[in-house]
């Protein structure tokens, strides 16, 4: 894997992407992120919200190659988060991101977005 100080220089390629607003919203499972989505009423920049708070703390793993052979690096993280329909469990995120660097330097998407164990 990365190593104990992987997911803190990852968040730290991270923040600028979120600040520039130019890391793109691309889930892989599009109806599992929409559904969780919906049922929460958040929008994609409630969604980049959460992800700005994400810390090393929130790290599963990562980085590993992408399954379908495109570049850059695909991280997991876990964040703790209260449901807002009832009952308002707390429950956990599964937010998986990807960061790769081109000509213009670094680029990335959210891959993921919903909750633990609604696995794509």
Known sequence: MGGPLAPHVFLLRLKPLLASKSLAWDPRNRRKTREFMIEEGLFEEDAYEIIGRLG????????????????????????????????????????????????????????SFHDEGNYE
Request: aromatic letters at 14%; hydrophobic letters at 35%.
């Open 56 to 111: 090393p703390e929130h790290y599963v793993w990562g980085p590993e190659r992408d399954d379908n052979g495109t570049r850059g690096e695909v991280w997991r993280f876990s964040f703790p988060y209260t449901r807002q329909i009832p009952p308002r469990k707390p429950i956990r995120l599964y937010i998986k991101l990807k960061i790769w660097t081109d000509a213009l330097g670094d680029a990335g998407i959210v891959m």
